[in-house]
């Protein structure tokens, strides 16, 4: 399983994009950080009670290990929706969030960061037009097809052609431990043609969501090849020494940090 660390912080990273010298990737774990329990340790997000104080320093933390200068993120005000926001410029201290669930940029100076506790990363990397997206995929961004919108947005702003995109769908809950109500259940059914797959039903009967193969699914009728795309296949769920799950903490957990820059 493909892992870097340094001292103390410790984060995954796609083999797909292993050899793209230019491009920092990473879906940071919960260690190395500063913050107390229940959000122990690398918390990045003051909206689930932790301090400003800790998640300030669990970035500059995060920042000095993947080699980032200290204003370069961008990060947004995530809201399960289809908004895609391209950026020139990082969001400087004190500037309002903007609200969205899919960032890109083709500018080195912005490091995208989003966050997650089970919902699914995606990275994508335009290798030919220097261009990235990063993108924030629950169950409602996965059945309103969020990344499709990301990947339309790219092939606008940078001329991305989707047959010579990166892609790579992270760390996230896996189907097994994803149950979902009916009513989710019937809108996949509904939005999605070759759903049979997309959903189980285990011993109680309930309907479990696969969101790693839905959105891989949606990569490929963007126009994406197969073989450029990599799905970490690591449940969040399953490893709670590593990573922040919702679902697994009922609720009562932190956020990981998903990090995509261009490398100067």
């Not at 097994?176 to 759903?195: I, L, M, N, P």
């Not at 797959?197 to 959105?215: I, V």
């Not at 903490?249 to 990090?259: P, W, Y």
Request: proline share 4%; with cysteine; hydrophobic share 40%.
């Amino acid at each position: 399983m493909p892992f870097d660390r340094n001292d103390t912080i410790e984060w995954y990273f796609f083999d797909l994009f292993a050899e793209e010298k230019g491009l920092i990737q990473a879906v940071m774990t919960r260690k190395g950080g500063i913050s107390p329990h229940p959000w122990a340790s690398l918390n990045m997000a003051t909206s689930v009670g932790d301090s400003r104080e800790n998640v300030l320093e669990n970035r500059r933390r995060i920042q000095q290990a993947l080699g980032l200068q200290k204003q370069w993120f961008f990060d947004v005000w995530q809201v399960h929706g289809i908004n895609v926001i391209a950026t020139r410029s990082p969001r400087l201290p004190g500037e309002p969030h903007q609200k969205a669930d899919a960032i890109m940029t083709d500018h080195s100076e912005v490091a995208l960061l989003m966050l997650f506790a089970d919902c699914v990363p995606i990275f994508l990397y335009d290798p030919i037009h220097r261009a990235i997206a990063l993108v924030h995929a629950g169950w409602q961004g996965t059945i309103t097809r969020v990344v499709q919108h990301a990947v339309l947005r790219m092939k606008d702003q940078y001329g991305t052609k989707p047959q010579d995109l990166l892609a790579g769908v992270g760390p996230s809950i896996c189907q097994k431990h994803y149950e979902v109500g009916e009513e989710v259940a019937e809108r996949v059914r509904t939005e999605f043609q070759e759903s049979d797959d997309l959903l189980s039903y285990p011993e109680n009967g309930r309907a479990h969501f696969d969101l790693w193969q839905a959105n891989r699914q949606i990569l490929l009728e963007c126009g994406l090849q197969l073989h450029h795309i990599q799905v970490a296949e690591v449940c969040t769920v399953e490893d709670s020494s590593r990573w922040y799950s919702h679902r697994g903490e009922r609720g009562k957990t932190g956020r990981f940090g998903a990090v995509l820059a261009l490398r100067q």
